[in-house]
């Protein structure tokens, strides 16, 4: 088959290396345990090129062309990915779809905060909590069980990013009692597919810096 075409964001500053999206990074990690081939397009998303605003006016990453049309937006691309390329399938149980999805808001709520008292640090904890709970009282190692699913791979990037961007903004880290998040976490790193679409730390520490700094 053709190799589908995607973009993506590049790295702040150095335009020819793949960036620090997660949503990029999700898509990617659904075409590669999918064993799709894909031709990526970076995108400098500071100086967007005149074709891409062309296929996405709101200038949004990720981008790909399925069917001869450009789709936007991760939740949308992933979806007809699954029912295109049903093999193999990483199609979420719907019971288990909105586990670990309130992670990354409580994630960007404390990393931006300004006020220590606020309880950002404590509602982004009790959302791992969440996570822990469901991960201890499940077979795992996965979200759904022994097989990895799409809620996996839109989680990853974005424990990816907690650990970096807390770690170097914050001096934060997972709490060590949270055994089940930190076991899970290290299994999604640890994946061919994640080592092969994710971003240098430096470029996801950058990819924040406007944001903390505000």
């Known amino acids: 088959m053709a190799a589908l ?31 799709l081939p894909y031709k990526i397009h970076l995108i400098n998303v500071s100086d967007k090129p005149q074709w891409f ?17 450009w789709v936007v937006d991760s939740d949308v691309i992933v979806g007809i990915i699954e029912e295109k390329y049903p093999e193999p399938s990483l199609k979420t149980p719907p019971e288990f779809t909105s586990v670990g999805s309130k992670i990354f808001g409580a994630f960007v709520t404390f990393l931006t905060s300004k006020d220590p008292n ?10 791992l909590e969440t996570l822990e709970n469901h991960l201890k009282s499940h077979p795992g190692p996965f979200v759904a069980g022994e097989k990895l699913t799409g809620a996996d791979l839109s989680l990853a990037p974005k424990l990816y990013h907690l650990e970096i961007a807390l770690g170097h903004y914050k001096k934060w880290s997972v709490p060590e009692s949270l055994t089940h998040v930190r076991s899970y976490a290290n299994a999604l790193f ?8 994710k971003a240098r730390k430096e470029f996801v520490v950058a990819g924040w810096a406007s944001k903390v700094n505000k």
């Open 53 to 69: 605003l062309d296929i996405s006016p709101e200038g949004k990453v990720p981008v790909i062309k399925l069917d001869g049309k």
């Open 5 to 35: 075409e995607i973009c993506v964001k590049a790295a702040d500053g150095a335009p020819d290396v793949l960036g620090d999206c997660p949503f990029s990074q999700r898509v990617l990690l659904t075409l590669e345990e999918k064993k």
């Open 190 to 197: 640890s994946r061919e597919s994640f080592e092969k679409t």
């Open 118 to 127: 606020a309880g950002s640090d404590k509602a982004l904890v009790n959302e």
